[in-house]
């Protein structure tokens, strides 16, 4: 047997998962594109001849006759491709995007996103991301749409500007670490030791791309050496992101030493194809008027966000002075 055998066998094996996985992903758009059309022609003769839940069902039973083999025309799923075609009134949108992702995952956007223009958004970066349908729940839980793409950042001035649109998109403000646990978030060493125990939570909260290099990471400029809170390589930017994390408000000092860490990657790490190092700082909040004035002449890209443990959301206005404060609570409990 010739001795290039294995790797023969190794292309054919890749070459055949290719086509499986094309023929699997052609399937699931057709699918989806089907399910609009179908849920197109409900809302139609829904408004024309005022179509209700009895005539769906009876849909429902003729279809799984006539289709035994077939599944997903139970009377809930073609509810559910009438929402669709509801949400999205345009085919072409549906068959250019919304078809790259799998009905599923179109069920929970429709169940959880009202919003049009969020719902869009989510469907984009689910395709970017590549989120499964436990993620993209997740980041929908999260506020996902109102956090990316928010941190303050210099790069429409210090990146060149396909790079700086794409760096822009890839920080967020806020962060949220929500598995800090019982961590001192008042301890940037015991935050930071939680972040990367915890890294792999750490790494799908900074986005795709991002790769893990090391924790306080030494950097030894003329006779002084530094340590960097948190090092990363990001694949997609081409460029390695410098983290400093901090445990309190933001302040322009900071900006002096992470420029200083930016400036000794670029020279003792970044490789001649790789793009300029960014650098983000994480703190607890922040003046923006503060951060834009301390990054207004800077040269270095800089990006500044918060991070925090959880996501608050505001009562209704409805409901504001409706339930108890704490001290009313600690009052009735004795």
Known sequence: MSGDYEEILGAIKERVLSERRRVVLSASSALVCMYWDIGALIL??????????????????????????????????????????????????????????????????????????????YVRATIQQGWSRALLTAEIDKRAHKRSGRAITNFKRTLPRDQSKAAEAAFKDPYLFDFLGTADTRREREVEQVLIDNVQRFLLELGAGFAFVGRQVPIRVGDSEFFIDLLFYNLRLRCFVVI???????????????????????????HATDAPTIGLILCKSKDRLVVEYALRELKRPIGVAEWETHVVSKLPKALEGTLPTIAQLEAELG
């Open 44 to 121: 139609r003769r829904q408004a024309a001849e005022g179509w209700g839940a009895k005539v769906i069902d009876r849909l429902s039973r003729d279809l799984c006759r006539e289709f035994p083999d077939m599944k997903g025309f139970s009377p809930r799923n073609l509810k559910y491709m009438r929402r669709f075609a509801e949400a999205y009134r345009s085919r072409s949108f549906v068959q250019q995007v919304a078809a790259q992702l799998p009905w599923f995952h179109h069920c929970v956007l429709i169940d959880r996103v009202p919003d049009p223009v969020a719902r869009k958004w």
């Open 244 to 270: 400093e994390l901090k445990a309190k408000r933001f302040e322009p000092s900071f900006i002096g030493q992470l420029n200083l860490y930016l400036s000794a990657i670029d020279a003792q790490h970044r």
